[in-house]
């Protein structure tokens, strides 16, 4: 299990620094200088900053102050907003993303596990066939056409919210609601499918037989066996919800970093870019290593064998 | 009577075994199969026939299709043309989905852009097939050390988000329709190596393939013969299923600013432009925003019945 | 009819597989034996003994880790790949698992076919056609099945086409790999009669691998008892079922239920001693605890049947 983890955990810094890598490489592949679309740059000047910035010494020996940089936390300057570090501006927004994906996460699971729980005890009856048009509705629409719509109607249409913003937690319901939609889709479906397996089970028939209450039954075996499923889809509902986010906080004029990173691109600002990247890149890298970690506790083979196949 | 004068003496009754004549159950005749041949591959598609709400999406996929290569012919206007008089108005029966911001035929414009939209998607997922087919294939089929190598080469690749991968190429490669394929395609042919790969090992030591074997099948007639065909299933499944997510990752960089360009667009690349102010213009996000998701519910509600329809689990 | 020319002739075979990090499973460890024309050897032991590895060993559907094994004198693992394409003419397989052994998306044509396709047996279309419905004929099919996909077929209708493509090819000997385990009882007793039928009127040798004993009785002229991978005990069948000597033997025996009530209330289970691990091993070579069978000989006890030491 140790050996598992390490290995498991060896691969995500191999990874990350994979990522980091070819973020550098790709944006110093851009030909030209990061200055020459500035208006009124003369050549002095654009000299002056290259060297600033170090962009005038040759690529390996940028690489490796660029590794030795963000080691430290280091992220540079921002190239369009040239009086702020890129880790600053990260930090500032990042609070504001964190609590909404927070939010979206905790509501994701919850309303997820019980809208797929409520199917599968409820088979084949009204709540099961109308939870799973919603999920699949929540699956196929895109986050952003239901945030547009919900914003609409909710917002402009009824005014039970406001529009845009983030000061209270009135605020938070559209952008929580747009954002969860889809992991909620994706865990309701999950839990159903795996609780209708274990429901149908032969150890469960077992159990009732042996005379066990169904409530019983229900927490020792049932609830637990049809989670399990659900803990592998962390990651993937991570990378979900960072990408929504950066729709979303548009839509609802949310300052977070989803903004920062699309503003970042439309200017072209390259260590904004490469930081924010590598940012986002450790989030989900952290968050696969974390549903490694559980799988490696709930998968009874990896416990005891160590992860490796033969 | 009673039934003791009807019964018979046994003992007077002499019978010998050479009496006795085999008639025996015709083994020809209980042989015959009343039923009409149907293949696998039939089986299939009769249930996928069954299910409605797979071919209802079938039908829509395929009348979004011919409308997106008809739809544009049907009205006088063009994509391009600006005609500053006429921005923004509300659907008439000039403008059968009103104009944007440019003046330019929202109809046309949607049509054009689910044309974009359905290419990318398709092209992408097509590229995808291809090199995880031979990927995945090659792997399966070899195992072994060759497997090990190249599995561990397609891990690491997939424990890089593929997103932000895609994004930084599509900055330094600037966006078109070609290099968003491209840049699509970067990472996803991975879900399907392993699908093939999973599939071919699978099949590999099933015992009609070492029967084959037994037989002195070469790798050609092996691979393309046993193995490839009965993997098709649900390397179709994976396919129907990528199309909608190339589509949606292409709205989604259209968000950035990285999807397709002016003046083309694509039904992401439209929503992104409607999205300031829609609320006054609701037309203009409304005919993209729920053709593209008509699209998507409809590929994934045919690639789940697709999928249940090639499921050997619910052959009875 | 049982000749005095050893047809198939086995050499000291092994065959070990790798699993995991220093340890070896030994699944086939010195196998030696000879199969004679026209006979049947049958082969039993309990799942997991390495009998159905054995069979695929032999067949060279896995490459040895050592020994050889002999058609007619000639070493088969050191044929090219050429040869031995033409070698397997003279062996073939019938499978144990009647479902999967067939491929779903042939028809009962292409499958029988494929082995003449392969050969270049049949010269037209026509003649292919004519060979295929000699060979559903001779295994009890109606010839238009061949027009069929193989889940229009019961389990036995299966192992039947099974036993037909084996034919095709013209084979001198056939591994029969658990043939009807996977049957209904009654429709094993068609398939081995049908099995036996062939084999007088096509001149064929089997080697007869299953667990069920009184079944292998039925069919064999020898019995050969594996346990571990190698070959403890080897007799003409009704020797081996009347004086079984080695203890695994005695095992196997004892549990075969009789169908009388009072010999099987006063019967007596036999448990092999320190019967625990199995035929894996780690890298020095030594099992924990159990039977060591590491240098265990055959040793021939009375005339023609064989017992591995210590137990001879």
Known sequence: ?310 | MSVKDNAVNLDKLQVKPEDFQKVGADEKQSEVIQRESLSAWRDAWERLRKNKLAMTSLSVLVLIVLASIVGPMLSPYDDRTNDLLSTNLPPSAEHWFGTDDLGRDMFVRTWMGARISLIIGLAAAMIDLMIGVIYGGIMGYFGGRVDEIMNKFSEILYSIPYLLVTILLLVVLEPSITTIIIALCVTGWINMSWIVRGEMLQLKNREFVLASRSMGAGAGRLLFRHLLPNAVGPIIVTLTLTVPSAIFSEAFLSFLGLGVQAPQASLGSMIESALTGWMYYPWRMLFPAGLISLIMLAFNLFGDGLRDALDPKLKK | MVSSNNLIEVEGLKKYFNVGKNRVLKAVDNLNFYIREGETLGMVGESGCGKSTAGRTILRLYEPTAGSVRFNGTDIYKLSPSKMKAMRRDMQMIFQDPYASLNPRFTVSDIIGEALDIHNMAGSRAERKKRIEELLDLVGLNPDHATRYPHEFSGGQRQRIGIARALAVNPKFIICDEPISALDVSIQAQVVNLLKELQERLGLTYLFIAHDLSMVKHISDRVAVMYMGRMVELAESAELYANPIHPYTKMLLSAIPLPDPEVEANKKRIIMPGDQAGPIHDASGSKTGAYNLENATLIEVSKGHFVAEPYA
């Open chain 1, 1 to 310: 299990m140790t050996r598992y983890l390490i290995s498991k955990f060896f691969y995500m810094l191999l990874s990350l620094f994979i990522l980091i890598s070819a973020t550098f490489f790709l944006m110093k592949a851009i030909p030209g200088n990061p200055f020459m679309s500035e208006k009124a740059t003369s050549p002095e000047i654009q000299a002056r900053l290259m060297e600033q910035y170090g962009l005038d010494k040759p690529v390996y020996v940028q690489y490796f102050k660029y590794l030795g940089d963000i080691a430290s936390g280091d992220f540079g300057i921002s190239m369009k907003k040239l009086n702020q570090s890129v880790t600053d501006i990260i930090g500032q927004t990042f609070t504001v993303s964190l609590k909404l994906g927070f939010v979206a996460i905790i509501v994701s699971i919850i309303v997820g596990l019980l809208l797929g729980m409520l199917a599968a005890l409820y088979h084949r009856r009204l709540i099961d066939n109308v939870a799973m048009v919603l999920a699949i509705m929540g699956i196929a629409v895109p986050s952003f056409v239901l945030a547009s719509l919900i914003q609409f109607f909710f917002a402009q249409q009824l005014g039970w919210f406001n529009v845009m913003g983030f000061d209270g937690p009135m605020d938070y319901v559209l952008p929580v609601a747009a954002l969860s939609a889809s992991p909620i889709a994706f865990i309701a479906r999950l839990t159903r499918s795996s609780m209708l397996e274990v429901l149908h089970a032969d150890y469960i028939k077992t159990a009732k037989a042996k005379g066990l209450k169904s409530i019983t039954i229900m927490f020792k075996h049932v609830v637990r066996n049809a989670i399990l499923p659900v803990v592998t889809y962390v990651g993937p509902m991570t990378a979900n919800i960072i990408t929504g986010s950066v729709v979303i906080e548009r839509i609802f004029g949310i300052g977070g970093i989803g903004k920062v990173f699309v503003d970042s691109i439309t200017t072209r600002d390259y260590t904004m870019i490469m930081g924010v990247t590598i940012f986002y890149g450790i989030l989900l890298m952290v968050a696969r290593f974390i549903t490694d970690i559980a799988y490696g506790f709930i998968d009874p083979r990896i416990k005891l064998t160590g992860g490796k196949e033969g």
